[in-house]
């Protein structure tokens, strides 16, 4: 089957601004699907499998984790840029690259470290720190650092999420914050929404830390699928019409976003990726109905799940092991490995650390709070 041709505004490999670094074409890889197969050869990606997503795995080894919520994500992102005729290699390649720069602990994680940095005048921010990662930490080619990635996905790791100010961000100045990402980088923070909602109610239902009575009366987009769903299969298993309420949320969810992405790009009159760039405003969206469905559905999650006592816990003592940790490095460094402890000789001690910390698994980081500060086993996740 041959594949659809590219809409105008989607990305063409072609028109690529390409790499920092000038490198022969590959006889049969087009430059994204190149990012793609570096991002997913990479340390950073393959230490995402350790990183927590909700549940860690006192719960159980099925629940998601970092790693297997990007494959997720990416499964989604493809789905919708085919349906839309974007560039399926650059939406894959942004999908995929889009959390490595968490930190052990997920978002709490990353709260607790900027903490710390801002302490210190500096931040912490995932985007920013992946980008870090792609043109800095890792280091497997002989020609050149990093992945040398090219501009459009360097770009998305930036912008996928959000825009930065030049004014606050001119180190960013090459990634034209003045204006829109195209499209494709546009989806990637919609998508995740996608993933990390339906697999959070997933997550949870299977950890019995979901009362469904409260999510169907809290939450009407669930409730309807669910009704419907229990008049065709009255005798059918609760998980399995459980699930089935998921995937319909999902496909509804999806479907809204390719429908109405297709419609403002319609409405804008745009052509061109160029003129992507020069909207106000953000083509990719839910429509305001379903944005207001997913918010509802967002709110139940962070109020009867997130904040549950059993999660909170986890979460707590995870962060204060890496506060912890952090503290100690930065009153001394000659306890991190020795790369780390002379690149704190001439760089600022509190960054060096962070870059440090934010690159550990889950794990490594609670055996070295064992090791290094004498924590008991008993204590450990």
């Known amino acids: 089957m041959t594949p659809a041709p590219l809409a105008s505004y989607a990305m063409d490999v072609q028109r690529s601004r390409g790499r920092r670094f000038p490198e022969t074409q590959h006889p049969y890889r087009d430059d994204y699907a190149r990012d793609r197969d570096r991002v997913i050869h990479s340390r950073a990606f393959r230490r995402l499998e350790a990183k927590t997503q909700v549940f860690t795995t006192r719960y159980s080894d099925h629940f998601r984790n970092r790693l297997t919520h990007t494959i997720e994500v990416a499964q989604i992102a493809r789905t919708v840029s085919d349906a839309l ?11 995929l690259v889009h959390d490595i720069g968490h930190p052990p602990f997920g978002h ?11 302490e210190q005048g500096d931040r912490f ?11 800095q930490f890792e280091q497997r080619y002989l020609d050149f650092p990093g992945l040398n990635l090219t501009f459009e996905v360097r770009e998305g790791i930036v912008k996928h999420s959000g825009n930065y100010s030049a004014a606050e961000f001119p180190a960013l100045a090459e990634y034209i914050l003045d204006q829109q990402p195209p499209l494709e980088a546009q989806l990637i923070d919609l998508v995740d929404e996608i993933a990390y909602n339906t697999a959070d109610l997933d997550d949870a239902f299977e950890a019995r830390l979901l009362d469904l009575d409260l999510l169907r009366a809290e939450v009407p987009i669930f409730n309807e699928a669910y009704s419907e769903i229990d008049s065709r299969y009255p005798q059918g ?8 309420t998921l995937k319909q949320i999902l496909n509804r969810l999806a479907t809204d976003l390719i429908d109405n992405t297709f419609s403002q790009v319609q409405e804008s009159g745009v052509e061109t990726v160029e003129d992507v760039r020069r909207i106000p405003n953000r083509l990719a969206a839910f429509s305001p109905e ?3 469905q997913n918010a509802e559905l967002k709110r139940f999650l962070h109020a009867r799940l997130y904040s549950n006592a059993a999660i909170a816990e986890d979460r707590d003592r995870s962060v204060a092991s890496l506060d912890a940790l952090f503290l100690l490095f930065v009153e001394h460094p000659e306890r991190m490995p020795k790369q780390y402890a002379e690149l704190a000789r001439s760089e600022p001690r509190h960054r060096v650390v962070c870059d440090y910390i934010a690159g550990m698994t889950d794990h490594f980081l609670l055996r070295q709070r064992n090791e290094l500060l004498g924590v008991p086993a008993e204590h450990s996740q």
Request: glycine residues 4%; aromatic residues 4%.
């Open 237 to 244: 298993r609760r998980k399995l019409k459980f699930n089935e």
């Open 108 to 118: 709490a994680g990353e709260k607790q470290l900027d903490f710390r940095m801002r």
């Open 290 to 292: 379903i944005a207001r």
């Open 125 to 135: 921010d995932h985007n920013l720190h992946a980008l870090r990662i792609v043109e």
């Open 85 to 95: 005729h974007l560039n399926t290699g650059l939406t894959e390649a942004l999908a």
